[in-house]
């Protein structure tokens, strides 16, 4: 695995290292909060926590321009908050709230935002792949300077979607960023258990893609391999792919007795959380203090309060709008 | 009204595909041997010299991916039409139809539109056994978020696709596939078809015989057999399956009292069931009978000619059903 921090430890400054940090706390705390908004019953369905993965969204979107476009998957609110979606109207989605993301119909697995070329959260999974390429294929079309990046788990490189748009991507030369959330379990089914062949960015070279394997607990990492990944893009056109290397600290989904996993497991990916591992090298590095975390973490959580008041407040969409846009006319 | 024309229905939608590349930089065709080989029904011919590879694209067969690549371009201002070869494959392209290219404009708060057309051929009766033979425009028609065309004359292969392109939803355009060799008169220069509509093609008090796609000539043909028999029917092409037309079927049954639903699809769950539902809620007092269909037997369709025949609706089982009705 290619560890990019020392190359790029000179080229970081303490205020963007800190706000990477900043990043990746209200994504944890948001979610920390929307387990607990689940056990009260304000957020019900599918609930799909990041925590544990953050480095990856925070990292690589970082690494993005505001051109450019995502495609995520139903674990996807980190993603949407690093891309600026706010934690009011992410919230607010999850709740079901007319003034969510989503207008409160898609729920935690479907945030969206037009505006900021965030193009959701899909949950079928290796769903989202052929919808990236063509996003890719509509800008190449176009003689836009765009890349599509699209985030997938390592349950999707089992799908024929992902085989089949690697090849479509290589053989039409699309500016598509393939990133692949590697935490080792599809759903339940460890790696091994179902790939015949564990290394994902080595699959990507059979198609003809470039790939390179990084470790997903270091946003230093993350941020310079995907910011040397968009760079290679623009100069040839061609696709690449990232396979990160993570863990998920929480259950699949809310419910889930994590029989296919032991306690030492998740306790040794524990000891490499994200976020934790930064604020020890930002310490160390002499960038953070008691005081300066304490102001962050004081920060995002009055932004998690608001988010919990914002989501409270929103209205519900009237049901008379039920069958509004469907289709643009509706139909008789 | 312009010039009419006579023509084939392949040459029909070649013409609607050509025009549509003329008007809009941003419409570009994307399917499996669309380009070099010309189409697998001969329906984009020499466009790629025209064209060129950017518009006319041959892909891989990926169906689910070239489908979603359709969506993902029209999420990107494209303007993309995708022809997939036949319906039959499309099973492999469902998933992108209806957890992505229905759902997104709904289930993003009405953020996206999704305006990609896609084309395919469908239907029985050319022998190519089970796995080459379904129609299930049906399944597509069940589907809120997408629309559903079936053009069953040369003139609605002409100018349905023109009346998609200007639609900001998917559509769906079902070619029965023995319609393409089929000769007929198409106006070169009327514009759009109007899609929100059924239309009577034949006239009748008696009986009204309600179809769609590859089983109209089929009815037309019945419904001349039945005049010898003093029986005049009313042929209603519903061209449009989703949304549906139910004002002109409500209209034809207060007119004729009497229905027959012809569907090639299987009669179990069939796009017929739904037309008689819909006759039976709203139009029950019109009925003097029973609302009667023919659908496809329910059996994977055959090779052999006698058998295939036999599994298809046909002209003579629709004089048989409308002779036992009156």
Not at chain 1, 120 to 134: D, M, N, Q
């Amino acid at each position: 695995m290619k560890s990019a921090q020392d190359e790029l430890e000179i080229q970081v400054t303490r205020e963007h290292a800190l706000e990477l940090l900043h990043e990746m706390l209200r994504i944890r705390r948001l979610e920390e909060k929307a387990a607990e908004m689940y056990s009260l019953g304000k957020i019900r369905g599918f609930l799909h926590l990041y925590i544990g993965e953050e480095a990856i969204a925070v990292g690589a979107i970082h690494a993005l321009g505001p051109e450019d476009a995502i495609v995520a998957t139903y674990r996807e609110h980190g993603h949407a908050l690093a891309r600026g979606i706010s934690m009011d109207a992410i919230m607010a989605e999850m709740f079901g709230k007319a003034n969510g993301c989503s207008r409160g119909r898609g729920g935690s697995m479907h945030l969206f935002d037009a505006s900021l070329r965030f193009y959701g959260g899909y949950a079928i999974v290796g769903g989202g792949l052929p919808i990236a390429v063509g996003l890719a294929l509509a800008d190449k079309m176009q003689g836009r300077d765009r890349i599509t990046a699209c985030f997938f788990g390592d349950g999707a490189v089992a799908e024929g979607e992902f085989h089949e748009s690697m090849n479509l991507a290589a053989l039409w030369d699309l500016p598509v960023l393939f990133l692949c959330e590697n935490n080792y379990y599809a759903m339940g089914t460890a790696l091994e258990r179902h790939q015949s062949q564990t290394d994902i960015a080595f699959k990507a070279r059979a198609y003809a893609v470039g790939s390179e394997t990084v470790d997903g607990m270091d946003v230093l990492a993350v941020e310079a391999a995907t910011r040397r990944a968009v760079d290679t893009i623009r100069r040839t056109g061609k696709p690449y792919l990232i396979e990160f290397k993570t863990y998920r600290f929480r259950a699949h989904s809310m419910y889930d007795a994590e029989l296919y996993r032991t306690k030492e497991e998740v306790e040794a990916w524990k000891a490499r959380d994200p976020i934790a591992g930064f604020t020890v090298y930002l310490r160390d590095a002499g960038w953070l203090s008691d005081a300066d975390l304490a102001t962050i973490e004081t920060d995002v959580a009055a932004e998690v309060e608001g988010a919990v008041t914002f989501a409270e407040a929103g209205p519900w969409e009237p049901v008379e709008d039920l069958a509004k846009d469907v289709c643009t006319i509706p139909a008789r | 009204m312009g010039t009419k024309i006579q023509t084939t229905y392949r040459e029909a939608v070649k013409a609607a595909l050509r025009e549509a590349l003329q008007n809009d930089p941003k419409v570009f065709l994307m399917g499996e041997d669309v380009g070099r080989y010309g189409g697998p029904y001969a329906c984009s011919k020499g466009l790629l010299e025209e064209f060129g590879p950017e518009r006319i694209r041959d892909t891989p067969l990926s169906e689910s991916t070239f489908v979603g690549a359709g969506i993902g371009a029209a999420l990107g201002g494209m303007r993309p039409i995708v022809e997939v070869m036949t319906v039959n494959f499309s099973l492999l392209s469902l998933d992108q139809v209806v957890n992505n290219a229905a759902t997104l404009r709904h289930m993003s708060g009405g953020q996206f539109s999704v305006p990609v057309v896609v084309r395919l051929a469908t239907g029985a009766g050319r022998q190519l056994a089970a796995q080459h033979s379904h129609t299930l425009e049906g399944w597509y028609a069940h589907i809120p978020g997408i629309k559903v065309l079936t053009p069953a004359t040369v003139d609605d292969a002409r100018r349905m696709l023109g009346a998609a392109l200007l639609e900001p939803d998917p559509v769906f355009i079902f070619e029965h596939a023995m319609l393409y060799p089929m000769e007929g008169e198409m106006d070169e220069t009327a514009g759009p078809a109007d899609i929100t509509r059924a239309v009577v093609r034949r006239p009748g008090r008696d009986v009204s015989l309600i179809t769609y796609g590859g089983s109209l000539g089929k009815t037309l043909q019945a419904a001349e057999e039945l005049v010898a028999d003093g029986i005049e029917a009313e042929v209603l092409d519903l061209r449009v399956l989703r949304p549906l037309d139910v004002d002109s079927i409500l209209a034809t049954v207060a007119k004729t009292h009497r229905a027959v639903i012809i569907d090639e699809s299987w009669r179990t769950g069939s796009f017929a069931a739904e037309i008689s539902a819909q006759i039976m809620e709203r139009g029950f007092d019109h009925l003097d009978c029973p609302v009667q269909r023919i659908c496809s037997e329910e059996v994977p369709i055959p090779y052999p000619k006698h058998l295939e025949d036999a599994a298809l609706p046909q002209p003579y089982k629709i004089v048989d059903a409308v002779r036992r009705m009156i």
